[in-house]
């Protein structure tokens, strides 16, 4: 039984990579993951699919490597106030829903068009709009 597990899971595994790869940041790289390996595997594949998505997106991130330095550039540019946080800033953080002015992502940014940005302590960050989670710190 064990061994059967365990050779299901790799196949997930190597099943899973690809759509983790093409994951946006850590929760969706969960989400992704965990859906694809479901589909390819049942339960076992959702777990090993999940993790794997999440460690490979939050490695690229949601926006990736080329494209932070351009996005910080671009909010110091439209001078967007700091909003003052006493907790951690940090992914996973929940900003609250009012007090904070939360800002389109320009189109030219595809890959995380579906979140909005905020300037927190001084540091920006991508937030998931619906929950107001962050998924992104852009140093």
Known sequence: MIRRLLGTAAIVAMMALPAAAQAQGVPGGIE?????GERAAGPVGAIVGGTIGGVVGGVAGVLGVD?????????VEQRRPSYTYSNEVRVGAVLPESGVTYYEVPAEYNSAREYRYTVVNGRTVLVEPRTHRIVEVID
């Open 32 to 36: 992704r993951g965990a859906r694809d």
């Open 67 to 75: 494209d932070r330095p351009r996005f910080r550039s671009y909010v």
